[in-house]
């Protein structure tokens, strides 16, 4: 399993992100520079900064335009748009976009490709396919399973401030209109995730995928503020990835919640040393933008010699947790056969 995919036309061209998950996508809110939640108890004056938008950088807020990246990017599948009308037009797809669409949907190069990527968004859509709500966590918050002690146990260290303060970005409560938990709340951020040396990108030391402030997303280059910020992404299905963060850099969910409880603590465990042997701290962020650096808990108070927050069973408690959340536990929504 490779860290992050090859593409372009000979398969031979590698990308710098890791595939982000497209479950649950119907819930992610458009791209905000500025967002303020409705359901936030104490306060909703408060700014919760950027927040929301499709892929790991926020920087398309529809299926349809999502499409539109891995359809022509040279170094995922390398099309153009004449490529993909022309394609289209001969496939058996033709016949069905044109009933659904109307007899002229695929008459222009341009019309045609909008309808490919329309097709694809309106697809990812579909709940029973990418929404199903299926999850033993599920379950267990509409009174149809029983979580084990252990999974209870991570559950609790997931929400506990004092521990992994996971739900604070990962929200694990349902909103207050009954909304099942999405496992996010959608807020880019910065956590510093090591740099990837099997990117072949990499090599270049002058090269840094900045999230939300470039090279990829372009309305924001050159603005420090955004840089570093990747999307929180849903928890749902996570146990079901082989690798994790923008990057692919980890391949194991306990080295995950490691580093998240360790980031400051080892950070010889976690980052490159440079050309003398020391250790560069955040290896795969420019030092000027060391500021935009995520410090809320579980990463305050973590210095060299502190204690981490989290043991070896307690982290074995939440990735237990973390494996409730994969779907097809139940075969329907427990949700929509529990409305009222
Ligand atoms: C301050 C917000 C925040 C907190 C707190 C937080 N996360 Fe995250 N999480 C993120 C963001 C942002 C990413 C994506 C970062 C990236 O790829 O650069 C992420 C990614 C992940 C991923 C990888 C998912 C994937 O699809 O690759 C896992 C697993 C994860 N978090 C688990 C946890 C656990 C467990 C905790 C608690 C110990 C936690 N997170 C606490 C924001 C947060």
């Given at each position: 399993?490779?860290?992050?995919?090859?593409?372009?036309?000979?398969?031979?061209?590698?990308?710098?992100?890791?595939?982000?998950?497209?479950?649950?996508?119907?819930?992610?809110?458009?791209?905000?520079?500025?967002?303020?939640?409705?359901?936030?108890?104490?306060?909703?004056?408060?700014?919760?900064?950027?927040?929301?938008?499709?892929?790991?950088?926020?920087?398309?807020?529809?299926?349809?335009?999502?499409?539109?990246?891995?359809?022509?990017?040279?170094?995922?599948?390398?099309?153009?748009?004449?490529?993909?009308?022309?394609?289209?037009?001969?496939?058996?797809?033709?016949?069905?976009?044109?009933?659904?669409?109307?007899?002229?949907?695929?008459?222009?190069?341009?019309?045609?490709?909008?309808?490919?990527?329309?097709?694809?968004?309106?697809?990812?859509?579909?709940?029973?396919?990418?929404?199903?709500?299926?999850?033993?966590?599920?379950?267990?918050?509409?009174?149809?399973?029983?979580?084990?002690?252990?999974?209870?146990?991570?559950?609790?260290?997931?929400?506990?401030?004092?521990?992994?303060?996971?739900?604070?970005?990962?929200?694990?409560?349902?909103?207050?209109?009954?909304?099942?938990?999405?496992?996010?709340?959608?807020?880019?951020?910065?956590?510093a995730v090591p740099r990837n040396s099997e990117i072949?990108?990499n090599r270049d030391p002058?090269f840094h995928?900045?999230?939300?402030?470039?090279?990829?997303?372009?309305?924001?280059?050159?603005?420090?503020?955004?840089?570093?910020?990747?999307?929180?992404?849903?928890?749902?299905?996570?146990?079901?990835?082989?690798?994790?963060?923008?990057n692919?850099k980890f391949?194991?969910?306990?080295?995950?919640?490691?580093f998240?409880?360790?980031r400051?603590?080892t950070p010889e465990r976690w980052y490159s040393r440079d050309a003398r042997g020391k250790v560069v701290p955040y290896d795969d962020l420019p030092s000027?933008?060391?500021?935009?650096?995520?410090?809320?808990?579980?990463?305050?108070?973590?210095?060299?010699?502190?204690?981490?927050?989290?043991?070896?069973?307690?982290?074995?408690?939440?990735?237990?947790?973390?494996?409730?959340?994969?779907?097809?536990?139940?075969?329907?929504?427990?949700?929509?056969?529990?409305?009222?």
């Amino acid at each position: 399993m490779l860290d992050v995919q090859m593409g372009g036309p000979a398969l031979r061209d590698q990308g710098f992100r890791a595939p982000p998950t497209l479950t649950y996508l119907n819930r992610v809110p458009p791209y905000d520079n500025h967002h303020h939640d409705p359901e936030e108890e104490a306060d909703n004056s408060i700014d919760n900064g950027p927040t929301g938008g499709l892929t790991w950088d926020g920087r398309v807020d529809t299926g349809a335009l999502q499409a539109v990246i891995p359809l022509t990017s040279p170094f995922e599948m390398g099309n153009s748009v004449p490529g993909v009308a022309n394609a289209v037009r001969k496939s058996p797809h033709a016949v069905k976009l044109r009933a659904a669409l109307g007899d002229d949907a695929l008459a222009t190069d341009s019309k045609a490709f909008a309808a490919v990527t329309r097709a694809l968004g309106a697809f990812e859509e579909d709940y029973a396919e990418f929404s199903p709500y299926t999850s033993k966590y599920d379950a267990w918050l509409t009174g149809h399973a029983q979580l084990s002690a252990q999974e209870r146990r991570g559950l609790e260290l997931f929400d506990d401030e004092a521990k992994g303060n996971c739900a604070q970005c990962h929200l694990s409560r349902r909103g207050l209109d009954g909304t099942p938990p999405a496992f996010s709340d959608y807020g880019l951020i910065a956590l510093a995730v090591p740099r990837n040396s099997e990117i072949l990108r990499n090599r270049d030391p002058g090269f840094h995928d900045l999230g939300a402030c470039g090279p990829e997303r372009k309305d924001k280059i050159g603005q420090d503020d955004y840089c570093g910020l990747f999307r929180t992404p849903t928890l749902r299905n996570v146990a079901q990835r082989k690798t994790f963060f923008h990057n692919g850099k980890f391949h194991d969910l306990a080295e995950v919640v490691e580093f998240y409880v360790t980031r400051d603590i080892t950070p010889e465990r976690w980052y490159s040393r440079d050309a003398r042997g020391k250790v560069v701290p955040y290896d795969d962020l420019p030092s000027r933008y060391h500021g935009n650096i995520n410090r809320d808990p579980p990463f305050d108070g973590q210095r060299p010699g502190a204690n981490a927050r989290l043991g070896k069973d307690e982290i074995a408690a939440i990735v237990a947790f973390l494996h409730t959340l994969d779907d097809g536990y139940l075969k329907d929504n427990p949700y929509r056969s529990s409305r009222k």
